[in-house]
């Protein structure tokens, strides 16, 4: 069986990404606009309708008018923005971070695409909180560090320009739109304090949730938090846990490669009270490109795995 796919906003920076990786894939065909018809509302609405699927990949204003060209009741959606991801009828699109979550991506029509630095602080502290190991009543810092990749074509242009932009620290408002998506889907009762920044790296990313277990009041250990981690995503092909023994630093993208992968370390002190969560991810992979084809193989009832990079 062959599934249409039109990508709206297929010539940004995920919609690019996304098509490189279906690109050759027999499962689907995908639908092309010409140049002069990408922002023709009638074009896009005939496409949209047409398809099987659609994978938006727009500002969040595009995605929601995208979704209301929408007019049978067959054609499923991928939004990779982020104007639908605390929205109660849309299916949140992580797979691994909380039990039934792929069967719930399985059987959605709509779907919501995790944000790049949701997935990093979701991935290691919501199968902690699930477990119970973590407080869900905790004001959590998030500090992270990505690509510039991340911020789209204007922050891609910014970097080429000034080669003096070497750390861009930015979400000093407190605002940042990530925010209640963490909080949401971590399920948790505050805000997290969330201190994002971009560096001279074309690619990757590092979200780390710092945690002083003894203060918190947690009775864990390091060690019972890596046992959790590990047991929560055993078997995955796409997520891994590790302790970190012997590594004394972490690269913002070890081999300087394009990655699906997730990989998720607990880094502790000698007593165990005192602990590092990192993620490390591509921001344009499993953060954005690489999830968006997951959650479209799980709904299309393929090898999740397909067309990835692992």
Not at 18 to 25: A, K, M, N, P, Y
Not at 239 to 259: F, I, K, R, Y
Not at 290 to 299: E, F, K, P, Y
Request: charged share 20%; aromatic share 8%.
């Amino acid at each position: 069986m062959t599934h249409k796919i039109f990508i709206d906003g297929a010539v940004g920076t995920t919609g690019l990404e996304i098509g490189e990786r279906l690109s050759g894939r027999r499962e689907f065909e995908l639908v092309h606009l010409p140049e002069d018809q990408r922002k023709d509302v009638n074009a896009r609405r005939e496409a949209i309708n047409d398809s099987d699927f659609v994978i938006l990949c727009l500002p969040d204003e595009a995605a929601i008018e995208a979704v209301s060209l929408i007019e049978n009741d067959h054609t499923r959606v991928i939004d990779a923005s982020s104007a639908h991801r605390t929205v109660a009828d849309w299916v949140y699109g992580f797979a691994e971070f909380r039990t039934g979550q792929r069967e719930a991506i399985a059987n959605a029509r709509f779907v919501s695409n995790p944000g790049c630095y949701p997935t990093g602080f979701l991935g290691l502290v919501a199968p902690l909180i699930a477990a119970g190991l973590l407080p869900a009543d905790w004001p959590y810092t998030v500090n992270a560090v990505s690509g510039y990749s991340g911020g789209g074509k204007a922050l891609i242009g910014r970097f080429a320009q000034d080669a003096d932009i070497g750390f861009r620290d930015y979400g000093l408002d407190l605002g940042h739109k990530h925010m209640p998506e963490m909080k949401r889907h971590a399920g948790l009762k505050y805000d997290v304090i969330f201190a994002p920044a971009v560096i001279r790296a074309y690619r990757g990313m590092l979200v780390e949730v710092p945690l002083h277990l003894k203060a918190m009041g947690v009775t864990a250990t390091a060690g019972q938090l890596l046992d959790i981690l590990q047991e929560h995503y055993a078997g995955s092909p796409i997520v891994s846990v590790s302790d970190g023994a012997g590594c004394t630093e972490l690269l913002l993208n070890e081999h300087d490669q394009p990655t699906d992968r997730l990989e998720l370390f607990v880094f502790a002190n000698a007593s165990g009270d005192q602990v590092r969560l990192i993620a490390r991810l591509d921001n344009l992979g499993k953060g954005a490109g690489g999830s968006t084809v997951q959650d479209l193989n799980i709904m299309a009832g393929l090898d999740e795995t397909a067309g990835l990079r692992l």
